[in-house]
């Protein structure tokens, strides 16, 4: 599995989010809001809105912000704002690629914020489709319980593979599989600790611990601005080396 996504699952673990919990609830907000905007406030009939809801459910954001969202998105409530969204590719320390899915009121920004953060971290943009083939939708959960039966309960509901990673299982999925999946292994008592739908890199740029520490400083870099939404990179580095920059 690639770095970024140890790097998401070990900071889910270790609560990290936990400091810029008011800004993790307002980019999933955000992204509720831009799905029910374009498909409507009904995650049975909105598979992205279901998605979007599922990962605000992963991150403990409250109900009452979830429904919030899916009205304003929806027009219920009459405040909403309409998202642009859109994708930078480029490349970071290492050679590393880098996907970031962006969604903005204010592209102008968006793309000045980004172009910045890229280039105060060593990396340099791309043009479009530079490197957006190397990376795939998948669904991606996260689950701990008996080997046996996280595995056979997630393949039986149609998951595609299911991976060791330290103490937790991540099972990987068709993007549309992933709700069902994840509410079989619900349904069979198996811990759930995050579901999404990510970007799953089809090859892997190995890095030692000073190139993880400078990829991850990008990531961070990225992430903390308000109009991205998630960050896809497709470096790999050794798990201890993910705890021990993990704190």
């Not at 970024?4 to 609830?25: P, V």
């Not at 605000?56 to 309409?82: F, H, L, Q, T, Y």
């Not at 799953?200 to 890095?207: A, E, H, Y």
Request: hydrophobic share 40%.
């Amino acid at each position: 599995m690639a770095g970024h996504s140890k790097w998401a699952n070990i900071k889910h673990r270790k609560g990290r989010q936990d400091a810029a919990r008011g800004k993790l609830f307002a980019k999933l907000a955000k992204g509720i809001e831009a799905a029910a905007r374009q498909g409507g406030g009904d995650p049975s009939m909105n598979i992205a809105l279901a998605n979007a809801i599922d990962k605000a459910k992963s991150n403990s954001m409250p109900n009452d912000n979830i429904d919030r969202a899916i009205k304003r998105g929806s027009g219920e409530s009459g405040d909403g704002v309409e998202f642009e969204e859109f994708w930078y590719e480029g490349y970071g320390p290492g050679g590393v690629a880098f996907y970031v899915h962006c969604l903005t009121d204010n592209r102008n920004r968006a793309s000045s914020d980004v172009r910045v953060a890229f280039t105060r971290n060593g990396g340099s943009l791309g043009e479009p489709g530079s490197v957006g083939y190397l990376f795939e939708q998948k669904g991606m959960i996260v689950a701990k319980g008996d080997e046996d039966e996280v595995m056979l309960t997630a393949l039986d509901a149609g998951a595609e593979d299911v991976r060791e990673s330290g103490d937790s299982y991540e099972i990987i999925t068709a993007a549309s599989d992933m709700p069902a999946v994840r509410a079989a292994l619900k349904d069979a008592g198996v811990e759930v600790e995050s579901a999404e739908v990510t970007q799953i890199p089809s090859t892997t740029i190995p890095v030692d611990a000073a190139g993880a520490e400078r990829v991850l400083r990008m990531i961070d870099a990225l992430e903390d601005l308000d109009d991205v939404q998630d960050v896809y990179a497709n470096f790999d580095a050794d798990d201890e080396v993910m705890e021990q920059l993990a704190g």
